[in-house]
């Protein structure tokens, strides 16, 4: 049965370690977090964007895949189903399709707004016993179609928005979605110790967990980070794996071309990586 991510985060933040939010973008990929995630007796947050949503023909179709999908694989580590960057409709939806866990994204609007709409979503959320995700500053770079300029949050706005009672904060501190630019700056770590020390013990989550270097997730993780959202480095892996199995004529041997056959090395790919990165985040037999 799918969780809400408050219990699991509370003991992630607790405990000093992170829960891996994976985006998923159809059935291998869900399958492939899972089993690792059961394999590893690790809790699991499966991350989708809007685009990701329609790319699988809706809320009601992922609901269904997922909770078919734990029950005949007997996943029983907690697993949370999380919509990511999410409109206000968009949370509507999803809760009305039986997510477990909601983002609602509001930081393109201006603070006071933000504020407004967040409330409304703790109201909704807490009356489903569902868990929510607010943003401040915002996440640079672009992921399905959301784009932000990456500003830095401030943590007085942080804690305004913790303050009513959302299960967890997305704060931007210099963090940015798809592959981190040569000259990155890095992370804004004054800002992260701020934030967290601002906003009481509300789970911070770290976006763009694609190519952050690992004692920089370390240090996160001892400053308050609970979640890191990773989407990229999936679809990297996956897609290194099946070019390869293409170039070396793989799919022209035997029955290569079976689609069984065909994305296996990406699957077995998007295992490994998450595998990495539950070692990284520390989750392993916190389930
Ligand atoms: P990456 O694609 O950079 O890993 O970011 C994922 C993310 O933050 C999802 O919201």
Redesign the pocket.
Known sequence: MLVSAKDMLQKAYEGKYAVG?F?INNLEWTKAILLTAQENNSPVIL?V?EGAAKYMCGYETIVGMVNGMMKELNITVPVALHL??GSYQGALDAMAAGFSSIMFDGSHYAIEENIAKTTEMVKLTAEKGLSLEAEVGS?GGE?DGVVGKGEVADPAECKQIADLGVTMLAAGIGN???KYPENWAGLAFDALEAINASTGNTPLVL????GIPEEMIKKAISLGVAKI?????CQLAFQEATRKYIEAGKDLEGKGFDPRKLLNPGFEAIKATVKEKMELFGSINKA
Not at 207 to 210: A, D, K
Not at 229 to 233: D, G, I, L
Request: avoid cysteine.
């Open positions: 939010q985006n991350g964007s990511d960057h996440i992921e940015i979605h798809g976006h763009g967990g694609t959202n990773v989407n990229t480095e």
